[in-house]
C-alpha cells in the first residue's frame, strides 16, 4: 500500500531476468471482477480466501517470478508460511506520510475509502509487526526505487 511494490517488483523482475506478477491482478484475471467490486460483493474475508488460493496457485509455480502481493496478504498466516516455504521474501514499507502522498489521487483501493490519513494510520496500526516474517524489510519513505531494488538484490544474493 504506497511503499513502492509496483515499482520495485517491476525493476526487479527486470534485473533479475524473471516475470512479474502481480497478485492483485492475478485475482481480477481469475474472477473477472475488479479488485473493488470483490470486496463491494464478497467482503474482506471473502477476498482473502480468493487471494489465498491464487498465491497459492502462484507460489506453487515451478517457474521462479518476482511476486508483489497486496499489503493484505501477509494477514494470514498460511500465507506467511506459505511465501516463506517457497521463496524470498521482501517487506516494503513507509511513513505514513510518504505512503498517504503516494496513495492520495488513487481512488481504486477499496481499503482507503474515506478519511485517507485515519485509514492509513489505522491500517498500518492494524499491520504493525505482521510483516516481520519476511526475509528483509525495507524503508522505501527516503529511497529511490533503485536503491530499493540494490538492497532487495544483495539480500537474495546471499539468501540464495
Given at each position: 500500500?504506497?511503499?513502492?511494490?509496483?515499482?520495485?517488483?517491476?525493476?526487479?523482475?527486470?534485473?533479475?531476468?524473471?516475470?512479474?506478477?502481480?497478485?492483485?491482478?492475478?485475482?481480477?484475471?481469475?474472477?473477472?471482477?475488479?479488485?473493488?467490486?470483490i470486496?463491494?460483493?464478497?467482503?474482506?474475508?471473502?477476498?482473502r480466501?480468493?487471494?489465498?488460493?491464487v498465491?497459492?496457485?502462484?507460489?506453487?509455480?515451478a517457474?521462479?517470478?518476482?511476486?508483489?502481493t497486496?499489503?493484505?496478504?501477509?494477514?494470514?498466516?498460511?500465507?506467511?508460511?506459505?511465501?516463506?516455504?517457497?521463496?524470498?521474501?521482501?517487506?516494503?514499507?513507509?511513513?505514513?506520510?510518504?505512503?498517504?502522498?503516494?496513495?492520495?489521487?488513487?481512488?481504486?483501493?477499496?481499503?482507503?475509502?474515506?478519511?485517507l490519513?485515519?485509514?492509513?494510520?489505522?491500517?498500518?496500526?492494524?499491520?504493525?509487526?505482521?510483516?516481520?516474517?519476511?526475509?528483509?524489510s525495507?524503508?522505501?519513505?527516503?529511497l529511490?526505487?533503485?536503491?530499493?531494488?540494490?538492497?532487495?538484490?544483495?539480500?537474495?544474493?546471499?539468501?540464495?
Open positions: 500500500m504506497g511503499t513502492g511494490k509496483s515499482s520495485v517488483s517491476r525493476l526487479l523482475a527486470d534485473k533479475l531476468g524473471w516475470p512479474r506478477i502481480d497478485s492483485d491482478e492475478e485475482i481480477e484475471q481469475a474472477e473477472n471482477r475488479k479488485i473493488s467490486e470486496f463491494e460483493s464478497d467482503g474482506e474475508d471473502g477476498f480466501q480468493i487471494e489465498t488460493q498465491l497459492n496457485k502462484l507460489l506453487t509455480s517457474e521462479p517470478a518476482v511476486i508483489a497486496g499489503g493484505g496478504a501477509v494477514l494470514r498466516e498460511h500465507n506467511r508460511r506459505m511465501m516463506l516455504e517457497n521463496g524470498f521474501v521482501a517487506a516494503l514499507h513507509a511513513s505514513p506520510e510518504q505512503i498517504i502522498a503516494r496513495v492520495e489521487a488513487d481512488t481504486a483501493r477499496p481499503l482507503l475509502q474515506g478519511d490519513h485515519q485509514r492509513v494510520h489505522m491500517l498500518l496500526e492494524k499491520r504493525r509487526g505482521v510483516y516481520d516474517f519476511a526475509h528483509l525495507v524503508d522505501t519513505t527516503k529511490t526505487v533503485d536503491e530499493v531494488v540494490d538492497r532487495i538484490l544483495k539480500a537474495w544474493n546471499q539468501f540464495s
